[in-house]
């Protein structure tokens, strides 16, 4: 238990060394008050919104969590706040594991193997791996190496890796080249990902999405010129019967398959102990959870420089800016005043028994901890993401604070030497960039927008009046968030699927409690069970759910609520049965017989 403590400590940010006592004591543990503190960073106002967006970048959940502690310290001893209201938004999708183990491994000289699947096969194979680093381009992230399996430089897609990275053992174990440009490795030396030219026929009136996808549309034939296969075979499927590839003969294989393993899948209903289980968990997200050790001791130490710099606070606005109870609050405080520090041990002044909370002896705690690597780590590639996107933020000040936040980091700053990002291509459709002019005018003057939009989940044209409440960019793509009239609820409108757009001369408000709830699923939607593959387990992460467990064969068990129940038959078609619906049994159904149709269009 003390060896684990010690782990435990030291992944915090503690610097916690060994030091030689005495002959009768023997070996003791020092922890540096002043190396274990975080220093002061000023930073200015375009500074301070570089970092509130680079905190916001990730919709992976650690990371998410990591960012937004990082930047509460970062508040502490920077002397700003990053809860502004911003209008404006970005993210980025990644699984922060993989990412991680392979910088590390990267930056250690270590070999990696790892299961992969390839464009063209969807059976995995063993790759092993000397890692030089990772770029992330074209959309993509991808690790970068010396493929031993090909005794070639080969660049694979973080996406396409199944399943746990696993690091060899021996440090120092290849040498990499010195002078090699990543980013420029994956954009010119290294072949781009396939594509396709492909004839698809659609049925009369349908398809939207395909028709608008298509490089050219002659009658109810759509053709498509250099597309990644990943890409359209899911569009395809999630078109169902609606559209039929003509050629290539390949991935008119390869749907028909997907679609026979659709149309006679069994749905396989919950077992009772994974419904208990799944129900243990809905409740015991409904309670304050069950913490460990680190999450509580963590808050605890950035709890006390908080309330030092807010004299006075009251419980409901200190618990809402920890994103806890007011219960769970008490609880910290009644552990912060009973322990004991130093060699006279003396315990920390807190008064706490009133309606506010005062600091009068913070015993020394007074500065955040310094960053974890997770907290440094999401924060610098943040601001490196946010360099490459357009958007409100000065980029001479994200580069200035980088630089800053570079000093404190420490050894989570080395990773991102392994790590290339590549600016993105500038948006070629000067349609989009006149509707994100238009939307911006909108939310300065606070105005109502009606726009004609496409519905993926629906594959329809529709018009809605919304009140505009900001901008999200997210895997290259741009978001307008706001009130829909029509849902009477929060909706996401991809600007590129805006087909036109008109400033009201009317106020857009939008209702006090509205929240960022995604269009297809909603809390008062039906209840369902979703399983996903491991290899799409990273799904989860970017929806909204009541509870997530994983079985015994490694799969994910999802429960939420759905709204649109062609959006979850839709998405279990794009997803070629790697997320399959377990309840409610008429929408696993549903998925069936629409496969079947679709297969029709494929006789043998």
Same mark, same amino acid.
């Given at each position: 238990? $003390?060896?684990?403590?010690?782990?435990?400590?030291?992944?915090?940010?503690?610097?916690?060394?060994?030091?030689?006592?005495?002959?009768?004591?023997?070996?003791? =543990?020092?922890?540096?008050?002043?190396?274990?503190?975080?220093?002061?960073?000023?930073?200015?106002?375009? &500074?301070?919104?570089?970092?509130?967006?680079?905190?916001?970048?990730?919709?992976?959940?650690?990371?998410?969590?990591?960012?937004?502690?990082?930047?509460?310290?970062?508040?502490?001893?920077?002397?700003?706040? /990053?809860?502004?209201?911003?209008?404006?938004?970005?993210?980025?999708?990644?699984?922060?594991? !993989?990412?991680?183990? #392979?910088?590390?491994?990267?930056?250690?000289?270590?070999?990696?193997?790892?299961?992969?699947?390839? +464009?063209?096969?969807?059976?995995?194979?063993?790759?092993?791996?000397?890692?030089?680093?990772?770029?992330?381009?074209?959309?993509?992230?991808?690790?970068?190496?010396?493929?031993?399996?090909?005794?070639?430089?080969?660049?694979?897609?973080?996406?396409?890796?199944?399943?746990?990275?696993?690091?060899?053992?021996?440090?120092?174990? $290849?040498?990499?080249?010195?002078?090699?440009?990543?980013?420029?490795?994956?954009?010119?030396?290294?072949?781009?990902?396939? !594509?396709?030219?492909?004839?698809?026929?659609?049925?009369?009136?349908?398809? !939207?999405?395909?028709?608008?996808?298509?490089?050219?549309?002659?009658?109810?034939?759509?053709? $498509?010129?250099?597309?990644?296969?990943?890409?359209?075979?899911?569009?395809?499927?999630?078109?169902?019967? @609606?559209?039929?590839?003509?050629?290539?003969?390949? #991935?008119?294989?390869?749907?028909?398959?997907?679609?026979?393993?659709?149309?006679?899948?069994?749905?396989?209903?919950?077992?009772?102990?994974?419904?208990?289980?799944?129900? *243990?968990?809905?409740?015991?997200?409904?309670?304050?959870?069950?913490?460990?050790?680190?999450?509580?001791?963590?808050?605890?130490?950035?709890?006390?420089?908080?309330?030092?710099?807010?004299?006075?606070?009251? =419980?409901?606005?200190?618990?809402?800016?920890?994103?806890?109870?007011?219960?769970?609050?008490?609880? @910290?405080?009644?552990?912060?005043?009973?322990?004991?520090?130093?060699?006279?041990?003396?315990?920390?002044?807190?008064?706490?028994?009133?309606?506010?909370?005062?600091?009068?002896?913070?015993?020394?705690?007074?500065?955040?901890?310094?960053?974890?690597?997770?907290?440094?780590?999401?924060?610098?590639?943040?601001?490196?993401?946010?360099?490459?996107?357009?958007?409100?933020?000065?980029?001479?000040?994200?580069?200035?604070?980088?630089?800053? #936040?570079?000093?404190?980091?420490?050894?989570?700053?080395?990773?991102?030497?392994?790590?290339?990002?590549?600016?993105? *291509?500038?948006?070629?459709?000067?349609?989009?960039?006149?509707?994100?002019?238009?939307?911006?005018?909108?939310?300065?003057?606070?105005? +109502?927008?009606?726009?004609?939009?496409?519905?993926?989940?629906?594959?329809?044209?529709? !018009?809605?009046?919304?009140?505009?409440?900001?901008?999200?960019?997210?895997?290259?793509?741009? =978001? #307008?968030?706001?009130?829909?009239?029509?849902?009477?609820?929060?909706?996401?409108?991809?600007?590129?699927?805006?087909?036109?757009?008109?400033?009201?001369?009317?106020?857009?408000?939008?209702?006090?409690? +509205? /929240?960022?709830?995604?269009?297809?699923?909603?809390?008062?939607?039906?209840?369902?069970?979703? &399983?996903?593959?491991?290899?799409?387990?990273?799904?989860?992460?970017?929806?909204?759910?009541?509870?997530?467990?994983?079985?015994?064969?490694?799969?994910?068990?999802?429960?939420?609520?759905?709204?649109?129940?062609?959006?979850?038959?839709?998405?279990?078609?794009?997803?070629?049965?790697?997320?399959?619906?377990?309840?409610?049994?008429?929408?696993?159904? %549903?998925?069936?017989?629409? %496969?079947?149709?679709?297969?029709?269009?494929?006789?043998?």
């Amino acid at each position: 238990m $003390f060896e684990r403590d010690k782990e435990e400590l030291r992944s915090m940010g503690l610097p916690i060394e060994s030091v030689e006592i005495d002959e009768q004591e023997g070996v003791g =543990y020092l922890l540096s008050h002043r190396e274990a503190f975080l220093p002061a960073i000023e930073v200015d106002e375009s &500074e301070s919104l570089a970092l509130a967006l680079a905190s916001r970048m990730w919709q992976e959940a650690a990371w998410s969590h990591a960012a937004t502690t990082g930047l509460r310290k970062l508040e502490l001893v920077g002397g700003f706040a /990053g809860d502004a209201d911003l209008a404006f938004n970005v993210s980025m999708r990644v699984d922060s594991a !993989t990412l991680t183990t #392979l910088l590390s491994a990267a930056q250690d000289k270590r070999e990696v193997t790892f299961e992969y699947r390839t +464009a063209t096969n969807s059976a995995p194979q063993e790759r092993h791996v000397q890692p030089w680093g990772v770029v992330a381009a074209r959309g993509q992230w991808y690790v970068v190496g010396h493929d031993l399996d090909r005794d070639d430089t080969r660049a694979f897609r973080l996406s396409r890796i199944i399943g746990k990275v696993e690091v060899g053992k021996e440090p120092d174990a $290849f040498s990499g080249p010195d002078d090699v440009d990543l980013r420029e490795l994956v954009l010119t030396h290294v072949a781009p990902a396939q !594509t396709l030219d492909v004839v698809v026929e659609l049925a009369q009136d349908r398809a !939207t999405r395909l028709r608008q996808l298509a490089t050219s549309v002659d009658d109810n034939t759509a053709s $498509f010129e250099g597309v990644d296969p990943d890409v359209i075979f899911s569009e395809v499927l999630r078109a169902g019967p @609606d559209a039929r590839v003509v050629e290539p003969v390949d #991935l008119v294989d390869r749907v028909r398959q997907a679609l026979e393993n659709l149309s006679t899948a069994e749905t396989k209903p919950s077992s009772k102990s994974e419904r208990d289980a799944l129900m *243990a968990e809905v409740k015991r997200r409904q309670r304050n959870p069950i913490e460990s050790s680190v999450d509580q001791l963590g808050r605890l130490l950035a709890l006390v420089p908080w309330l030092r710099a807010h004299p006075g606070v009251t =419980y409901e606005l200190a618990a809402d800016h920890f994103g806890v109870g007011v219960d769970r609050l008490h609880k @910290d405080l009644e552990l912060a005043v009973c322990t004991e520090f130093g060699s006279n041990l003396l315990t920390l002044d807190i008064e706490a028994w009133g309606n506010t909370i005062q600091v009068r002896d913070a015993q020394g705690i007074q500065a955040p901890l310094r960053f974890t690597e997770s907290e440094g780590f999401s924060l610098l590639v943040g601001l490196d993401l946010l360099a490459q996107i357009p958007g409100p933020h000065d980029l001479s000040a994200v580069a200035t604070v980088s630089e800053k #936040l570079r000093s404190a980091v420490g050894d989570a700053a080395g990773l991102t030497e392994k790590l290339a990002i590549d600016s993105p *291509a500038p948006v070629a459709d000067s349609d989009v960039a006149d509707v994100r002019a238009a939307i911006v005018g909108a939310i300065n003057s606070t105005r +109502a927008i009606s726009l004609e939009y496409f519905s993926i989940s629906r594959d329809a044209m529709s !018009t809605r009046v919304v009140d505009p409440m900001g901008l999200l960019t997210t895997d290259g793509a741009t =978001y #307008l968030q706001a009130w829909c009239r029509r849902a009477e609820a929060v909706r996401l409108f991809r600007l590129d699927r805006i087909r036109s757009l008109t400033v009201l001369d009317e106020p857009g408000v939008v209702p006090h409690d +509205a /929240g960022p709830l995604l269009a297809t699923i909603a809390p008062d939607g039906e209840h369902a069970v979703f &399983e996903l593959e491991p290899s799409i387990s990273w799904w989860a992460d970017h929806v909204p759910h009541e509870a997530v467990i994983t079985t015994s064969s490694g799969a994910r068990l999802v429960a939420l609520r759905v709204s649109s129940d062609a959006w979850a038959v839709r998405t279990a078609m794009g997803l070629a049965g790697k997320l399959t619906i377990r309840e409610p049994l008429a929408l696993a159904q %549903a998925v069936t017989e629409r %496969a079947a149709l679709a297969l029709a269009n494929y006789p043998i």
